[in-house]
């Protein structure tokens, strides 16, 4: 109960949590709401202001800009959640394997990260994508390569104290094997700094999708993407600024409520907050 009762007294947490499961409803009954089509055109309403009927406005070709950015949620979560997926899996298992064979093997392991951290990260994005192609599928590959190395880095070093732990010893004392010691004993104890940098990771990785969609990387038009809008938005901010602003607040929202519950899992998931 006492993880509860500090969640509901974390007031950023629950903003958080609000904010993100509010996206996620969004992006899952998007088909059942009562929105025109993302990519129907209405010549007449070309950019039209926001109004009743259209509370986000239309963009230059008359769609709703309100159904683009409510249909927008679902591939911007889609591509972060894969993406950080693959990435979770992937760094965790390096993190693990090179954090308790230490050696050369730690050394190997560790020293490919630093290739990819030698890198920005937005930079080798751009290059994965341009050298695979334009899609979100290529997307969801270039984040998950950019971002394993953090896992990696962030299991790695708890790894490397947890190995040698009173418990892990007496394990391996007992003949359990190297699988087993990481599986019952190691791994348990990282879920909590796994979870607080998943969250991180999905704002990340909603900004880097935005980031490549803005540049023609990704989703690509008339598809509803934040960052396709964003970039058609920017070519009318004089007359219609709102075609730029309310993506962007969408982003801004998404980024936003990672961020907090990642801040209020964080609080949460330390024991030493809970003594």
Known sequence: MRPVRALLGNRAALVGLAIVGGYCLLAVAADWLPLPSPVQMVPASRLAGPSWERPFGADTFGRDLLSRIVFGARLSLEVAVASVAISLVAGTLLGLVAG??????????????DVFFSFPAI??????????????????????????????????????????????????????????????????????????QASIALSWAVLTEAALSFLGLSAQPPAPSWGVMLNEGRQSLELAPHLAIFPGLAIMLAVLG????????????DPRQHR
Do not use: C
């Open 100 to 113: 308790y064979a230490g050696g050369w093997t730690d050394q190997g392991i560790m020293r490919v990260m």
């Open 123 to 196: 930079l080798l994005a751009l290059g994965i994508v341009a050298a695979l192609g334009p899609s979100p599928s290529n997307v969801i590959v270039a984040i998950a390569v950019v971002y394993t190395p953090i896992f990696a880095r962030v299991v790695r070093g708890p790894v490397l104290a947890l190995k040698e732990r009173e418990f892990v010893e007496a394990a391996r004392a007992l003949g359990a094997g190297a699988p087993r010691i990481v599986g019952r004993h190691i791994l348990p104890n990282l879920l909590s700094i796994v979870i607080v």
């Open 258 to 269: 990672f961020n907090l519950l990642g801040d209020g899992l964080r609080d949460l998931l």
